[in-house]
């Protein structure tokens, strides 16, 4: 149910109060007393009815809804004589009046500050005419309401909570499933892929029973290595980059490979030109280490090529390596840094 229409109507039953009371001004000894009572309630019921508030009202809010409560009564009881023959009819409003502005606080998550203004309500009407007032003006039912409120408002709340947690169950069983259906997919599409680059030297080495020449070894190492880049390079790759590693392995280069998630969600386009110029880098170097890594998601370069010579017997290490220190003897033949979007490319 739209709030609006829930405030809209708890504004038109606090009028009606007022209505009442009105209706019966000439009951009380003092009407000016009666009418600060309306003008107080009247005040505490817009400010509790306020658009734009919090669900929960706040402390202050409360309080002062319980200090108008006991400020009516003291008002309006002084003026009605409880033994009044033919009752007091509708001038007990300020009773109604009371549990409705206790029923708002209540539905507005402030239970205890409604439950105190109740519990005035009925010791000052006991003090005030005796235990026999509490059925015949009402407090009963004002209690009741704010029962009533404080009862929907519990369980409105639980079958919240469990709302949010079933939708948040969904939400991590919806996750969990895309993430298995994602390892699956990956686990086919490289097994798929492993198959269809490494079937024809298989069915080389069935027909040979294993016997192989010098060269399908070094196909197969070719091979071994070309699956290691599908795994470690992943986005790093297109049929150029495949061609000139390839190429520079058979010069007899070592080409390393990784993809660190940096060329993750980029557009098509700029990725192939960022790996058209790996292509190039790695087709014109003649170093014989070769070393092609991402760069982080949030730099402005994309990909970062090292070519390493060594000048004497040393050799470099890895890229980013922790393990191993660099060689003084290598010397670097090649640096480049891709950048993401298009411009000259720093060498």
Same mark, same amino acid.
């Given at each position: 149910?739209?709030?609006?229409?829930?405030?809209?109507?708890?504004?038109?039953?606090?009028?009606?109060?007022?209505?009442?009371?009105?209706? #019966?001004?000439?009951?009380?000894? /003092?009407?000016?007393?009666?009418?600060?009572?309306?003008?107080?309630?009247?005040?505490?019921?817009?400010?509790?009815?306020?658009? !734009?508030?919090?669900?929960?009202?706040?402390? $202050?809010?409360?309080? *002062? /809804?319980?200090?108008?409560?006991?400020?009516? #009564?003291?008002?309006?009881?002084?003026?009605?004589?409880?033994?009044?023959?033919? !009752?007091?009819?509708?001038?007990?409003?300020?009773?109604?009046?009371? !549990?409705?502005?206790?029923?708002?606080?209540?539905? %507005?998550?402030?239970? *205890?500050?409604?439950?105190? !203004?109740?519990?005035?309500?009925?010791?000052?009407?006991?003090? $005030?005419?005796?235990? =026999?007032?509490?059925?015949?003006?009402?407090?009963? =039912?004002?209690?009741? $309401?704010?029962?009533?409120?404080?009862?929907?408002?519990?369980? *409105?709340?639980?079958?919240?909570?469990?709302? /949010?947690?079933?939708?948040?169950?969904?939400?991590?069983?919806?996750? $969990?499933?895309?993430?298995?259906?994602?390892?699956?997919?990956? @686990?086919?599409? %490289?097994?798929?892929?492993?198959?269809?680059?490494?079937?024809?030297?298989?069915?080389?080495?069935? @027909?040979?029973? =294993?016997?192989?020449?010098? &060269?399908?070894?070094?196909?197969?190492?070719?091979?071994?290595?070309?699956?290691?880049?599908?795994?470690?390079?992943?986005? *790093?790759? /297109?049929?150029?980059?495949?061609?000139?590693?390839?190429?520079?392995?058979?010069?007899?280069?070592?080409?390393?490979?990784?993809?660190?998630?940096?060329?993750?969600?980029? &557009?098509?386009?700029?990725?192939?030109?960022?790996?058209?110029?790996?292509?190039?880098?790695?087709?014109?170097?003649?170093? %014989?280490?070769?070393?092609?890594?991402?760069?982080?998601?949030?730099?402005? #370069?994309?990909?970062?090529?090292?070519?390493?010579?060594?000048?004497?017997?040393?050799?470099?290490?890895?890229?980013?390596?922790?393990?191993?220190?660099?060689?003084? +003897? +290598?010397?670097?033949?090649?640096?480049?840094?891709?950048?993401?979007?298009?411009?000259?490319?720093?060498?």
């Amino acid at each position: 149910m739209p709030r609006a229409l829930i405030v809209t109507m708890a504004a038109l039953f606090s009028g009606y109060h007022i209505v009442l009371g009105l209706y #019966t001004i000439d009951v009380p000894t /003092n009407p000016l007393a009666v009418l600060a009572a309306m003008v107080l309630y009247a005040l505490a019921s817009t400010i509790s009815l306020l658009p !734009g508030q919090p669900e929960r009202m706040p402390v $202050w809010m409360a309080a *002062l /809804n319980v200090a108008v409560c006991v400020s009516m #009564t003291l008002l309006i009881t002084p003026q009605l004589d409880p033994e009044r023959e033919g !009752g007091l009819g509708y001038a007990t409003w300020y009773v109604a009046a009371i !549990g409705t502005l206790m029923t708002i606080t209540s539905t %507005r998550k402030r239970h *205890l500050f409604a439950w105190v !203004g109740i519990a005035l309500l009925v010791v000052q009407t006991v003090w $005030w005419g005796g235990p =026999g007032l509490l059925l015949g003006t009402g407090v009963i =039912g004002s209690a009741a $309401w704010v029962a009533i409120s404080h009862i929907l408002s519990r369980a *409105l709340a639980k079958a919240s909570l469990d709302a /949010n947690r079933f939708a948040q169950a969904e939400r991590e069983a919806t996750d $969990w499933q895309a993430a298995q259906e994602a390892h699956l997919y990956e @686990r086919q599409f %490289r097994l798929g892929q492993t198959s269809t680059m490494a079937a024809p030297m298989l069915r080389v080495i069935e @027909r040979s029973r =294993g016997e192989l020449s010098d &060269d399908q070894r070094r196909e197969c190492i070719y091979l071994e290595a070309a699956i290691r880049d599908e795994i470690r390079g992943r986005e *790093l790759l /297109n049929d150029a980059v495949r061609a000139q590693v390839m190429a520079a392995r058979r010069r007899g280069a070592t080409v390393t490979l990784f993809d660190e998630g940096g060329l993750d969600g980029m &557009d098509p386009d700029a990725r192939d030109r960022i790996l058209d110029q790996l292509a190039g880098a790695i087709r014109s170097t003649g170093a %014989r280490r070769i070393i092609a890594r991402t760069a982080p998601a949030d730099s402005d #370069t994309a990909v970062t090529v090292v070519g390493l010579t060594p000048v004497g017997d040393g050799s470099a290490r890895d890229l980013g390596s922790a393990e191993e220190e660099d060689d003084e +003897d +290598d010397a670097v033949d090649l640096w480049l840094e891709i950048p993401r979007a298009p411009a000259r490319v720093a060498h």
